[in-house]
């Protein structure tokens, strides 16, 4: 199998880019992780990075310029798909249509519930019966391009913020690695 190149944007913790990148040493699994671009430079994920040997870019802002030299990194190391995982910055329409490849996020809900941010809370807030993690292509509205898949589990009267954060990535870290593949088998 011939594995495509990807390149995950992170903002902080980077738990999702640690499970893709184990998942990625698989055989058949489509994608290896050929680069890291992070808004965050003291992000947890960076070091991650350093340490398996991922050359990283910062990601200042969504100014022309500023894309311009992420888009370049990416084109010179071929890549075919870019993951956000936990990236909390909007890219841009130019950066959206200059890549002009597949671009996927994940998201900590069941979309079209609860895009944008403070979702455990919102969660919580509106006594949700289920919630869970969606993946999906990124378009040029915030959380809103078509949805690859989705997970859920059932809420206990017992959660919180904490527990749903806990339960929701411990699902993540599993989801995402599985939306690529279905975006591969395509
Ligand atoms: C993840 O739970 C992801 O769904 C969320 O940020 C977290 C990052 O965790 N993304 C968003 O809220 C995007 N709107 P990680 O850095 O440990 O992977």
Sequence with gaps: MVKKNACIFISGEGSNFKALYK??????FPVNIKLLVTSNIRAKGVIFAKKVGIPYLVYKNNKLSDEFKILNKIKQHKISIICLAGFMRILSS??????????????????????????????????????????HFVSKKLDGGKIILKKFFYIKGSDNKKTLKIKTQKLEHTSYSQAIIQVFNK
Excluded: A, D, M, W
């Design 23 to 28: 998942y990625s040493k698989e055989k058949n």
């Design 94 to 135: 130019n950066f959206i249509n200059v890549f002009g490849k597949k671009i996927i996020n994940i998201h900590p809900s069941l979309l079209p519930k609860f895009k944008g941010l403070n979702t455990y809370q919102r969660i919580l807030q509106n006594k949700e019966k289920k919630t869970g993690c969606t993946v």
